[in-house]
């Protein structure tokens, strides 16, 4: 009977953090909302005294209670210089924080990049966070940072410098993951009050799927002995073989222009050439009969980081969507792998 009790508080009392924690959420989101970088002003810092500071001011209180009844000229000096104390801290916590610039999704040189940050299942997601000081005479110092209370960094921003930290998340589940609102928070200068702020800055990952080791398509593997100078080759545009003639084409290279036919009087013409290459490969569902999504997506992740490594065109045919035309290059095996985290994920817009 004791134990049923106790596991029922304890139910009660996990929901009752969790309904304190979305209240919270939903405050929070109303005063400070989410934005790529902001500036720490009156409105979103908060201040309370930690347990020293209100052992302080107590203390100091009490002295000037008993100053007074005794008519004690020392203690009312030190019970006013106490709270003369205690309130030049307050304004020295907040000062601390206040003008404080905050940006997101900076670059190494500091400049804005458009590039989203990108990791798989399993790993971290990493974030960057550029701390701005208010003025070339201000500094902020003793400031701690981070996503949650256990991983905080320690940071001082100097006089009219600014800093750069990142942060790092677990990256849990595939698709986009939105950072946590971050902590800021000091105690400067004497640890009786503490300051802090809750700033959402808007920053995002995307997570692809974890690699998951299968093997590759049969067209890729079955690749004829090369002994007996046999190969599978697609053609494709390029610069290797001579492969004829076609009428000019505005926009076409001068360098591929053939002067010789022009001075014939056979008019302008626009030299053709070809190169081999691997054979394209589409991928898809059909290789997985049976398998559970997350396992085919890992595995066509998997697929696709080993081909791409290769140079092979690459493309990709997901179940519902247009299929992804065969292509080479960084940009198509993200493109690839940013199709695979998002995939089914109807509550993520794909960027």
């Not at 590039?115 to 997601?125: D, E, F, I, L, P």
């Not at 610069?239 to 009428?247: M, Q």
């Not at 290789?287 to 992740?301: A, D, I, K």
């Not at 035309?325 to 089914?344: E, S, T, W, Y």
Request: a positive charge; hydrophobic letters at 45%; glycine letters at 8%.
């Amino acid at each position: 009977m004791g134990s049923g009790l106790g596991q029922r508080l304890a139910g009660l009392r996990q929901r009752w953090q969790r309904l304190m924690a979305a209240r919270q959420a939903r405050w929070l989101a109303r005063r400070v909302p989410a934005t790529d970088s902001l500036k720490l002003s009156q409105r979103i810092i908060f201040i309370l005294p930690t347990l020293h500071g209100t052992l302080f001011g107590l203390g100091a209180v009490v002295v000037l209670i008993i100053a007074i009844a005794d008519r004690n000229s020392v203690a009312l000096i030190l019970a006013l210089s106490m709270l003369s104390l205690f309130l030049l801290s307050l304004v020295l916590c907040y000062r601390n924080l206040s003008g404080l610039q905050l940006q997101a999704q900076t670059s190494a040189d500091g400049k804005e990049t458009s590039t989203m940050q990108r990791c798989y299942v399993g790993g971290n997601a990493n974030f960057a966070v550029t701390l701005r000081a208010a003025g070339s005479r201000r500094f902020h110092q003793d400031l701690w940072l981070g996503f949650s209370n256990d991983a905080m960094q320690y940071v001082c921003v100097p006089k009219g410098d600014q800093v750069t930290l990142n942060l790092t998340t677990a990256a849990t589940q595939r698709g986009l993951l939105s950072a946590p609102r971050l902590t800021l928070r000091t105690l400067y200068p004497m640890g009786l009050w503490q300051g802090w702020s809750r700033p959402d800055l808007a920053m995002r990952c995307l997570v692809y799927p974890q690699p998951q080791i299968c093997a590759l398509p049969a067209n890729v593997r079955r690749l004829p002995d090369a002994a007996h100078g046999r190969k599978i080759t697609a053609r494709q545009a390029g610069v290797d073989d001579f492969a004829g003639l076609r009428s000019y084409q505005p926009g076409d290279s001068r360098r591929r222009i053939a002067w010789q036919t022009l001075a014939r009087g056979q008019g302008l013409k626009t030299r053709q050439f070809v190169s081999e290459a691997d054979p394209q490969v589409l991928l898809s569902f059909d290789q997985f009969p049976g398998r559970e999504l997350e396992s085919v997506l890992s595995c066509l992740c998997f697929q696709v980081l080993q081909l791409s490594r290769r140079g092979q065109a690459v493309g990709l045919k997901l179940p519902g969507q247009i299929v992804m035309a065969p292509a080479q290059g960084d940009a198509n095996k993200h493109a690839l792998l940013q199709a695979l985290a998002l995939f089914n994920n109807a509550d993520i817009r794909e960027e």
